[in-house]
């Protein structure tokens, strides 16, 4: 997990469980409200991928796998690892708006 935003909002990494070592190839990046009157915790790479492939289907490529930073405006960096065959790089950084991960 890192450091939250100025409004309480944090991204990072989840892992299947305490005895796996983060890799790229095994993480998911989340995102929490901390001060959600309800905090919930929101897959990014699930909510990405439901919001954003009609608009940029390049997305399908990938899988989200870290959180990396989060902006007071509500900007998230995301460190993501390529599935299948295909062009383009293996590993990408998306920087997502709020829309697209919590519409």
């Known amino acids: 997990m890192n450091k939250p935003n100025n409004l309480g909002e944090l991204v ?4 299947p469980d305490n005895s796996t070592q983060y890799n790229i190839d095994n993480g998911f990046a989340f995102y ?3 001060n959600a009157a309800s905090p919930a915790f929101i897959d ?3 909510a990405l991928h439901a919001n954003a492939d009609s608009t940029i289907p390049t997305i399908k490529k990938y899988v989200f796998a870290t959180g990396t930073s989060i902006d007071d405006q509500h900007e998230v960096t995301l460190n993501s690892r390529k599935t299948g065959a295909g062009g383009g790089a293996a590993t990408v950084i998306y920087l997502a708006s ?3 991960y919590n519409p």
């Not at 990072?12 to 892992?15: A, E, F, K, L, R």
């Open 12 to 15: 990072g990494t989840c892992i």
């Open 32 to 34: 929490l409200d901390t």
């Open 44 to 46: 990014l790479n699930a």
């Open 98 to 100: 709020k829309p697209a």
